[in-house]
Structure formats: C-alpha cells, structure tokens
DNA sequence: TTATTACTTGAGCGATCGCTCAAAAACCTT
DNA sequence: AAGGTTTTTGAGCGATCGCTCAAGTAATAA
C-alpha cells in the first residue's frame, strides 16, 4: 500500500511489489490476481483506513462541528516524516487513473464518495446539535469540507514553511467554524 | 502537451509522442534531448499560459478582488470537453513525480511558486484599491486562494453533476467577496 | 550539376515491463 | 516414513520501454 501510495499506480513495478511483499512473483499472482487487483486491495486498504478514523473522529468527539475543525487543523501540521506521502492517496489515484480504467476510477469514485458522505454525516449532526443553522446543506457543506481537504493535502506536498501550512489551516478551519454564527 | 497533461508523465510513451508530434524517435530525441526535457518543455508551455492567462485576467479587471472571485466562479463551469483534462497539469505533475527526480519537481515546483506570486500580486492590489482591509496578507490570502483552486480542479474530475460543481465554486467565490466586509 | 551540410528515418539495442508455469519445497495426513 | 496436497520458486515469455545511429533524404552552396 506504501510503495503504491508514495510511487502511484504505473510507476510501481513488480520488482518493487516483490520485495516490499518479500514474495515472487507467482506468489504474487496466487494471492492476488493481477498488479491491478493488488492496487484495488492496496486503494480499499487505505480507504477503509481513512473512513474509520474518520468515522470515529466525529463520533467521538462531543461537538461534530469541532471535530471537523479540528481534522481540517491537524492537516496544518502534516509532517513529510510520519506519513508516507502527505498527499491523499485516492486523490493521486483519481488524476493518474484514466477512463480507459473504468475499473480501477470506479473504485476511486466510490472510496471518495463514501468519505464525502461520512463528512455529510458530521455536518448533518452538527445541524441536529444546533450547532448550524436548520437550513443548513450537509451534502453542499461536505462537499466543501473535502475540496478544503483536497487542496490542503496538495498545499502540504510543495510547502516547506511549516508555519504557513499551519497559517493555512487555520483559516480554512476558521471557515468551518464561522458557519455556526451565519446565517 | 495534451498528451503529458491527460496522460502523466510516465503513463506517455515515445509511441504516443510519435504519433502527437508526427516526428520519429531520431528527431525528437535531436529536437529536444529526452523524454523528460521534452515533459519539461511541456511544463512550460502549460504554465506559461496558464501563467499569461492569469495576469491578463487580473490586469484587465477593473476590480482585482472580482477578477479572482470570478476566476473560482470560471472553475464551477469546467466541461469535460472544452479542456483535455479540467485537472490541473502543475498539480499532476507534482503527485506523480517523486524526490528522485529532483529537476523535474523544481520546475514544477517553480511555476506553482510563481503562480501563487501572481494571485498574491492580485490580492495586493485589492488592498491597495481599498477593496481589502490595509492589514490583509497579500500572501497568506493567495496561499488560501491557491488551494480553493487546487480542491475545485480536482473535485471538478469527480464531480458528474454540474449544479453542485456550480454551487461549491460559489460557496467558495463567496470566501473570497466576503473578505472585503471581514475585519 | 555536384559537393557539402542539415535533417529525417526506422530498424533495432539492451533493459524492463507484467505475467506464466513446470519444477521444487513445504506442509499435511495417515 | 510415505504419499498426497498446497504453496513457493525463479527462469524466462512476449511485449514494450526509452533511446541510438548508420543509412537515406532534403536543403544549401559552389
């Protein structure tokens, strides 16, 4: 999952895939049935990662609205050292992947749609908390949130200045957070 | 162009750029001198007009601050077709090509500096127009306004329904009007 | 026309690609 | 230990990769 989230779908080779599985290749081929399976277990893998931690950040937390700040502010602080790649794998995958994959942008589609509907999630419970207005778009809201997401995560993989990054967080959180008081 | 820009860098083979260019591997290879100066050249090409087409937009304005809203408000608009890929090529670019290719990302690298020079430049001239307060951070307003137009660009290769593209680039147009009347 | 230079051509180089499969090794069951 | 089953192995397939270069063609000069 690391080699394909850091080197992308058609850069990693199977020599690659050999030795981080530390298998060969008819392994490789038994247990999954092609380098494109394999990159559909590696996208689901990491998927299924990010949902759960997403799902349980906002069930968590007290407040949905600020668990939502909050994830958009840890994303200022994105260390190039603890993570892989800074960048959002299913993100990557989308702009590599062309349509003459229909399978694989399938996937992709469905993995980021899924995260746009648990943000919807969060945002309809910050709604029925009272913490936004009734009238309130948790769909149009949510939809926002991930573009904020989308273009902190590409923001993370050219800045260097730290503090910057973290300036920029902040005022996309502050974005969030000012939708309690609008109208 | 089209090519690297839809395709990727790797994902382009020679084969491809034979047919493109109607040139044989000779004279590409004496034309430019690899694969990879000639995705360099591309580049180039790309940001340069992409580059001319911003400080065009900003310089024609009466209102800088409007000409910005109404370039977000142009990204809600994307089609599918006028464009060979409504991502953009910078931001591609730069999730595909890793540190082992350290001249390439440069570039990259640069013109997206640039880029955010540009809008940072616009920005200032809002606030020296009076449209923004006089403490506004040319700088710190351009980085947020850059990454509304990275997380549009790459919802709009998702995004099928153009009413919700069209909304999401107002909600975020709207960001930017209501920095006029924000303290 | 002929000699010289500049450009184009495409066969094909070595390397690597994703992938297969017969043989070997490892693991069971009795 | 012996026989049967499952898994692993790695040599190597055909295809394609980026790229080169001797030979051929076109353009220019004398």
Redesign the pocket.
Known sequence: MTLFWVKGY?A??????EQAL??????????F????A?FRAALDLYAGRMEAELTAMIADAPSALTALRSYLLSLGGLDHCEKPSTACMLVKSLLEIQMDRPELRNVVLAHLETVRRLLAQGFARAVAAGELPQDADPARLARRMQTYVFGLKIQAQRETDPEAMQRLAQDLADEISDLRRAA
């Open positions: 058609s990693t080779s199977l020599k690659d895939l530390q298998m060969r290749p008819g392994s490789i081929y038994a247990a049935r092609s380098k494109e394999l």
